[in-house]
């Protein structure tokens, strides 16, 4: 099996990779992962191969292509304010990858059997505690429009007989890094705290669920097709894309959601430190901008999906996220 990540030197990226090449050394199979990269010389593992975007412009898939692309690029939408000129660079960091799969996938020989595309729950825009599925609308925001616009290009892949699979990523827990690992610090210094009153929703899924919820939609929808089977989703999370192609959703996200007050307990008692500090709703406003959103408004987005397919989630609570991650 060949397969091609863009983004795979990252925070989850890497972490699929190396839960792949561990399972199917195990199962005793051949896979071979590329990461698309712009650098040439970046680091990268031994056992992994690397391309540039300059090299998949060129490369001739005359002999074998790729099986599945993984498409995860894309700057950290928390990482700054959004100042107008953010907004573009997460836009294109996003658009300009999937702009060069989509042109791969269009010239190419051996099409890839499934394009697995991220995205993020903010695709749902603002909600509240409102129970949110893959058959849920959305609200229009900044988030929704980003998220949007990253998915009706991937979708496009479809148009070239090529299925995809978007993934809703929820907050993503694991000391290595995103927000958890960005809290740790002042958490263990016992200034830690809630934000804002703390009531707004919280939908997390542990890095190890992250991987293991992608390595089984990808599995799953490889299985099906070699199964010659028509439908390979639920009504609820297909999407309509104007062809016959399969196309459909996930959320990747815990089947239980915290409120970021439990959150704050939660992280305070496991690294037995107090959680006393809140920085109110007002603040949090002036220091991130309209970015505050992601941080005071909550969004309860449950794994339908993933959990009518059959997918069982090893880190279900948050308590054994943070306890059995390592």
């Known amino acids: 099996m060949n397969i091609l990540i863009s983004g795979g030197s990252g925070f989850l990226g890497s972490a699929f990779s190396d839960a792949l090449l561990r399972r199917y ?12 990269t712009r650098d040439s010389s970046q680091a990268h593992p031994d056992n992994i191969n690397m391309m540039t975007y300059d090299e998949l412009a060129k ?4 002999g074998q292509g790729f099986d599945v692309i993984v498409n995860l690029a894309g700057a950290g939408i928390a990482d700054q304010r959004w100042s107008d000129e953010r907004k573009e660079k997460l836009l294109a960091s996003r658009i300009k990858p999937t702009e ?3 042109a791969f996938i269009e010239r190419t020989t051996n099409k ?43 979708l496009k892949a479809t148009d070239h007989d090529v299925p995809v699979a978007i993934v809703r990523t929820g907050v993503v827990m694991h000391p290595e890094g995103g927000m958890l690992g960005k809290l740790l610090t002042p958490f263990k ?11 707004q929703i919280m939908s997390w899924i542990s890095r190890e669920d992250w991987v293991g919820a992608t390595m089984f939609i990808m599995e799953k929808h490889l299985a099906d097709q070699s199964d010659d089977q028509q439908r390979v989703s639920h009504d609820d999370n297909a999407l309509k894309t104007g062809n016959n192609t399969p196309a459909v959703v996930y959320n990747l996200t815990a089947p239980n959601p915290v409120t970021n007050h439990v959150f704050t307990e939660t992280l305070g008692t ?28 909550g969004q309860k987005v449950l794994p339908q999906a993933l959990l009518e397919s059959g997918y069982e989630f090893k880190q279900p609570t948050l308590e054994q996220a943070l306890v059995e991650q390592k």
């Open 25 to 36: 050394q195990k199962m005793g199979k051949d896979l071979h992962i590329t990461w698309l």
């Open 59 to 62: 490369f001739d898939d005359a």
């Open 100 to 102: 060069a799969l989509l």
């Open 112 to 154: 890839p059997k499934l394009l697995i595309s991220g995205s993020a729950i903010g695709w749902y825009g603002t909600q509240g505690d409102k129970p949110l599925t893959e058959s849920s609308g959305f609200e229009t925001d900044f988030a929704h429009k980003l998220c949007q616009d990253w998915e009706n290009l991937a």
């Open 189 to 199: 210094m016992g200034v830690g705290g809630q934000l804002g009153d703390g009531k």
């Open 270 to 297: 496991h690294l037995h430190r107090p959680t006393f500090f809140t920085l109110p709703k007002a603040l949090l406003k002036v220091m991130f901008g309209e970015m505050s959103t992601l941080l005071i408004d």
